[in-house]
């Protein structure tokens, strides 16, 4: 029982060390803490001149993927959806250029340009 007692007044104690060391650094010479918000983008927002939501950005690159691997379709077809989807990414990019998403799909259509290239 006095050892369960010790131990949880020494982990009180540390707690307690720690979140006063905590709230130190935050005040630290009266300097404010930024803390960082990822953005994501809403997905009924639209973005580009198509006006896609970034679900549809999604569908198209995986549409993209799938038509270039098959070549179901000719490439000046796959070019321009490809064009519409970039100018989307792009607007979606400026305004949420903290968004994690934008990266996934912009190596999906790298990877779309490449498989063009083969």
């Not at 007692?5 to 020494?10: Q, Y």
């Not at 809403?42 to 950005?57: C, H, N, V």
């Not at 490809?82 to 912009?106: F, G, L, N, V």
Request: proline fraction near 3%; include cysteine.
């Amino acid at each position: 029982m006095r050892t369960i007692v010790s131990t949880s007044l020494s982990l009180a104690a540390c707690f307690c060390f720690a979140a006063a060391q905590a709230q130190a650094a935050s005040h630290h010479h009266g300097a404010a803490v930024k803390i960082a918000h990822v953005r994501l983008a809403p997905a009924d927002e639209y973005f580009g001149r198509q006006k896609m939501s970034i679900l549809e950005i999604g569908n198209r690159l995986r549409d993209l993927a799938v038509r270039a691997h098959y070549r179901t379709s000719d490439v000046a077809d796959m070019m321009n959806t490809a064009a519409m989807t970039e100018d989307a990414m792009r607007d979606w990019q400026h305004k949420y250029p903290a968004d994690p998403w934008i990266k996934k799909d912009r190596s999906a259509l790298d990877r779309f340009y490449a498989s063009l290239r083969e």
